[in-house]
């Protein structure tokens, strides 16, 4: 890959490269992504679990924007550009949390976080009635998603997936937070690629931890290795 996304797929013996890779005998797939609660994403924000993560075929994490938080949305995207990432950050709102400022500030508040760069929207549905009427028109106009909570969440590896017959998680999951160019394997998109050994491909039984983990073209993990690069990860925005 250059520039972190995928040049082109099937024979490569025509091109030239700083660094091959043999995969023979894996399965290649899309890296995970997920959305975490808000107390992983502290941890995450504090610089910690972000490899337990790749370990489980995560390339990409989703945490929730308190609106409350000291710092604005933007002021943490500044601060996490300033970091080595070894994996990609987005980021939510919640209409939940919303709810309970004044109705005359969820404009400013809502339109804030998404013009800071937040990728979509948590929806209830329980707390609809406590929402300012341009809420939904502003998250429509700023071409925002609207997720169910406890929608896409990072708790599942490829293989626990594939024990429940779900193949397709990762393009479900970047059209729904507007990744349209992650989250499938096609030439042009980003290189967030998760490698297994399988002991039968037909089935797609993969053991449990992958064998290595590409982030935007870096290897970000290998088993039985420590992280060879601590950098490949980036703040995905809107």
């Not at 924000?45 to 000291?70: D, F, K, M, V």
């Not at 992650?182 to 039968?200: E, M, N, T």
Request: with cysteine; aromatic share 8%.
């Amino acid at each position: 890959s250059t520039r972190g996304r995928i040049d082109d797929l099937g024979d490569m013996d025509v091109f030239a490269a700083k660094e091959t890779i043999d995969a023979q005998g894996m399965v290649a797939l899309p890296g995970l992504i997920g959305l975490v609660d808000p107390a992983v994403a502290q941890k995450i924000l504090a610089g910690e679990g972000a490899e337990n993560y790749l370990r489980q075929g995560y390339s990409t994490l989703i945490l929730p924007h308190s609106l409350r938080a000291e710092k604005t949305l933007r002021e943490t995207i500044a601060g996490l550009r300033q970091r080595d990432l070894p994996l990609n950050l987005g980021f939510v709102v919640s209409l939940s949390e919303l709810a309970a400022f004044p109705v005359a500030e969820q404009a400013t508040f809502l339109g804030d976080a998404l013009f800071d760069g937040a990728l979509a929207v948590v929806r209830n549905d329980t707390v609809a009635e406590q929402l300012h009427p341009l809420t939904h028109r502003i998250v429509s106009w700023l071409n925002r998603r609207q997720i169910i909570e406890n929608e896409f969440l990072a708790n599942k590896s490829w293989p626990e997936l594939f024990a429940e017959k779900i193949f397709h998680s990762t393009h479900r999951r970047a059209e729904a937070f507007g990744l349209h160019e992650r989250g499938q394997i096609r030439i042009g998109d980003f290189a967030d690629l998760v490698f297994y050994r399988c002991s039968s491909t037909n089935k797609l039984e993969c053991e449990q931890t992958p064998e290595l983990m590409l982030v935007n073209g870096r290897i970000a993990f290998s088993a039985g290795a420590q992280p060879v690069s601590l950098g490949g990860g980036t703040v995905l925005v809107r």
